[in-house]
């Protein structure tokens, strides 16, 4: 009885979950923080400004999510949110109507997207190194076709789509809100979503048992160029122009998000709750730094130092779970 009662965890700590339990610590830890360095840290006005500027990172780390569980990666989300916001701002520019040139948009991040999943399907190349390839390939397009220089959008119908509110929340935040809704339900709660997990933990396992691990792979990486083009047309939106040089880096904000919020490298765990708030997180954590003037250089440092952490802990949680299911083998045997 002793045993058992030790075993067993606090009812909350069941309903939250431990992990989850740790960052929404982290979260106030951060917030509180940042309030006592700048006292406007948790104003309305920076709390809606943290949530616009998540909003990328958050469309890109929906994506990241199902992509990492399936043990995959993505490199090229940065490079493919400028070209997708450079190829908006040209359509424009050109005269097509909005509805056509977003959709024109999104069509180039479903290929950027299967060409990825090319890559790592066909040619068997590691998602990682894949994805880097693109990632060059893809930012040098962006240059390319704007000869390097930002794109300015004059058509204020669709820079309003940058402005525009609902109950004072930015449409940008609505977006990624809906966003989080709609896949985290579909990872959760469709035979699609347990194809993911199951390809996570063991691809030919999952192959063996009837499933298609290389459609479901380009699956989940057409759902990533899909999400950062639609990010990447709502930044430029927000901007009002098409920029190549923008969202350097913005993949790794979103792995770090993904991974802090649970989601193992190792594949087959993690959920989009987790994600969330890895999200609120991360970029809590980066307005926090820009608002009490730490200098761009040492915050390249944080952000490094954050990723660190997020893959220590993944390793610590993989070591535990190796345990649990040791252990749980053993009782059984």
């Known amino acids: 009885m002793e045993s058992t009662a030790k075993k067993e965890k606090p009812a909350f700590l069941k309903a939250i979950g431990g992990d989850k339990l740790v960052l929404f610590f982290a979260i106030i830890i951060v917030f509180v923080l940042f309030t006592i360095l700048n006292r406007n840290f948790l104003s309305g006005t920076n709390v809606i400004n943290i949530l616009v500027a998540a909003s990328l990172v958050g469309m890109v780390a929906i994506g990241h999510t199902y992509l990492i569980i399936a043990m995959q990666n993505d490199l090229s989300p940065g490079s493919l949110a400028a070209l997708s916001g450079v190829i908006c701002a040209l359509l424009l520019q050109k005269g097509v109507p909005i509805v056509l040139a977003v ?28 994805t880097l390839v693109s990632q060059m390939i893809v930012r040098g397009f962006a240059y390319i076709i704007c000869d390097g220089k930002p794109v300015s959008i004059s058509n204020q119908s669709f820079n309003n789509i940058g402005k525009a509110r609902l109950i004072g929340i930015p449409f940008s935040v609505w977006l990624m809100i809906i966003c989080l809704i709609v896949f985290g339900f579909i990872l959760a709660k469709t035979k699609f979503g347990r194809s993911v997990y199951a390809i996570g933990g063991s691809a030919e396992a999952a192959r063996l048992a009837g499933l298609n691990p290389r459609k479901i792979i380009r699956t989940c990486f057409i759902m990533i160029g899909v999400l950062t083009a639609a990010g990447g047309i709502v930044f430029a939106a927000r901007m009002n122009a098409g920029q190549p040089a923008a969202n350097v880096n913005l993949e790794f904000d979103a792995i770090t998000a993904v991974v802090l919020g649970g989601t193992s490298f190792s594949g087959g765990v993690g959920d989009m709750g987790g994600t969330v708030l890895g999200i609120i997180l991360i970029q809590s954590f980066n307005t926090g730094l820009t608002m009490v003037g730490v200098s761009s250089f040492w915050q390249y440092v944080a952000r490094g130092a954050l990723l660190l952490f997020a893959l220590t802990s993944d390793y610590i949680r993989k070591q535990r779970r190796d345990k649990e299911l040791l252990e749980a083998s053993m009782r059984n045997a």
Request: include cysteine.
């Open 103 to 130: 959709l024109i948009t999104l069509c180039v991040g479903a290929l950027v997207g299967i060409f990825n999943a090319w890559m790592v399907n066909s040619i068997k190349i590691e998602a990682f190194i894949a």
